[in-house]
């Protein structure tokens, strides 16, 4: 009789993910990187006085000093506060762009991948929104709605959706053909227990990568989007606005729009750092190959 014990590759996710923190550098060191990043931008407050959005035309332009340690930009505001504050609404983007199409993408992963009447609707419909461009999309939303970090988010959500699906319901395929599904089914257990006993404790580990993924591209995109004019409002001070407000100013003085750069660069190094340690360490067919 087929052995209805599903396999523990890691024993627990949790105990995956400290193996994967203890064995790969790259994991610790984005964490590290990471939280360092978060903090700054929850610290903001403390880490400075001036009001980001505060305007001294009388300052404007004035170079790095003990008050401005990065000095003020044209409308005379602080530029590392606004760097700080800018921390918040990149990580904030990013994290609720990948929990929500993880979530969205994951309970109709498993779906598509274990119910077959489901299948080839679901994923037709997967296959049309990945043809649409996550810019254009979230331009067009603009288009109807207004401009907000909300607006924003649910964009960029819908359109990473369908590759969270394609992924879960690839790994769902290959599980509910092992032989501790197909036990189960025999001994009489019922969808819903078979999906969270067994299926969804399979499908952590590939998606807790992918989510990374996810949310460095949001991270990228919604600065792509603010510079562009179509992202968040431009009161709203984030990276991209700062680089868009900028532009005009390079020659006169490159940092203001360098500064911001450098911090989106950061930050998603330290995601994919993070992601990519946690690929090889997660992933069992990597084991060993260092």
Same mark, same amino acid.
């Given at each position: 009789? =087929?052995?209805?014990?599903? *396999?523990?590759?890691?024993?627990? !996710? ?106 080839? +609707? ?14 254009? !999309? ?8 207004? =401009? ?23 790994? +769902? ?12 089914? $025999? ?39 603010? !510079?562009?004019?179509?992202?968040? *409002? ?6 991209? /606005?700062?680089? =868009?407000?900028?532009?005009?100013? !390079?020659?006169?003085? *490159? ?12 930050? $998603?190094?330290?995601? /994919? ?18």
């Amino acid at each position: 009789m =087929a052995d209805a014990t599903p *396999p523990a590759p890691h024993a627990t !996710f949790g105990a995956g993910l400290w193996q994967a923190a203890c064995t790969h550098p790259t994991v610790a060191i984005g964490a590290a990187l990471l939280a360092l990043i978060a903090l700054s931008g929850i610290a903001a407050p403390l880490l400075t006085v001036h009001d980001p959005q505060a305007i001294d035309p009388l300052n404007s332009m004035a170079p790095s000093t003990a008050e401005n340690l990065l000095g003020t930009d044209h409308l005379g505001r602080d530029v590392l506060s606004r760097i700080l504050y800018g921390t918040r609404v990149s990580l904030a983007v990013g994290t609720l762009v990948a929990a929500i199409a993880t979530v969205v993408g994951l309970a109709i992963g498993i779906l598509a991948g274990f119910v077959r009447l489901l299948d080839a +609707v679901v994923m037709r419909v997967m296959d049309g929104l990945m043809s649409i461009p996550a810019v254009l !999309f979230a331009i067009a939303l603009m288009a109807v709605f207004r =401009a907000s970090v909300e607006t924003v988010v649910i964009a960029l959500a819908i359109v990473e959706v369908p590759r969270v699906v394609r992924l879960v319901r690839s790994v +769902v395929l290959t599980l509910r053909e092992l032989p501790f599904v197909e036990g189960a089914i $025999v001994s009489g257990s019922t969808l819903p227990a078979i999906l969270w006993r067994h299926i969804l404790p399979n499908t952590l580990a590939p998606l807790t990568v992918q989510a990374t993924y996810i949310a460095a591209s949001a991270i990228i995109v919604e600065a792509a989007l603010s !510079f562009l004019g179509a992202g968040t *409002p431009p009161e709203i001070p984030s990276w991209g /606005n700062m680089m =868009a407000e900028s532009r005009a100013f !390079f020659l006169l003085d *490159p940092a203001l729009t360098l500064m911001p750069g450098v911090a989106l660069t950061i930050t $998603v190094l330290a995601v /994919n750092m993070l992601g990519d340690g946690l690929r090889d360490g997660l992933d069992p067919r990597l084991q060993g190959r260092l």
